[in-house]
C-alpha cells in the first residue's frame, strides 16, 4: 500500500506530486508486480491542478506511463471520488484524532482492510462509469 501523509499547512502541487507521491507509487508498483513493465501501465486520476500540470505529464511520459484521459466536469469519474474517499470517510466519521500521525494510523488500518474482491468491483464500476461517459461523448451527465 502506498500512502502519503503530507506535512500540516502543505498543499500539493505538481512538484510535490512528480518529487514524493509518483515516485513511491512506481516503487511500490515495482515491488508488488515486478514483471509488469512501466510501459503496460495505465493511470487515471482526476483534472487536479497537480494531476494536469505540464510537469507531471512529462514525469509520466518519462516513466512510460500511458496517462488515461478524464473528462471535464466528471469528478465522479476517478475511483478514488466515487468509492474510496467516502469509504474511508464513513469509516472514520465522528472520531476524534488529536495527532495527524494517528489520523493517518487510521486510514491505513482502513485501506489494509479492503479485500481484493472489493477492488475489483470497483474497478468493475469505473469501467461502467467510462464506458458511459464515452456513450455521452464526454460531456457532463447526471445519474451515476
Not at 515491488?31 to 514525469?59: E, G, I, M, W, Y
Not at 495527532?99 to 475489483?120: C, M, T
Request: with cysteine; glycine share 4%.
Amino acid at each position: 500500500m502506498c500512502v502519503d501523509v503530507m506535512p500540516q499547512q502543505c498543499t500539493i502541487t505538481a512538484q510535490y506530486y512528480t518529487d514524493h507521491v509518483l515516485p513511491r507509487v512506481l516503487e511500490y508498483q515495482a515491488k508488488t508486480a515486478p514483471t509488469r513493465r512501466r510501459s503496460r501501465l495505465l493511470l487515471h486520476h482526476d483534472n487536479a491542478a497537480p494531476h494536469k500540470a505540464r510537469l507531471t505529464v512529462q514525469f509520466l511520459e518519462q516513466q512510460g506511463i500511458t496517462l488515461l484521459p478524464h473528462p471535464p466536469y466528471l469528478p465522479d469519474l476517478a475511483p478514488c471520488d466515487f468509492w474510496l474517499f467516502p469509504k474511508i470517510k464513513g469509516a472514520i466519521a465522528g472520531k476524534l484524532f488529536h495527532r495527524i500521525q494517528d489520523l493517518a494510523r487510521a486510514v491505513n488500518s482502513e485501506l489494509r482492510g479492503i479485500s481484493a474482491s472489493e477492488y475489483r468491483e470497483c474497478f468493475m464500476k469505473w469501467r461502467k462509469r467510462m464506458e458511459r461517459c464515452i456513450e455521452a461523448g464526454g460531456e457532463y451527465f447526471e445519474g451515476m
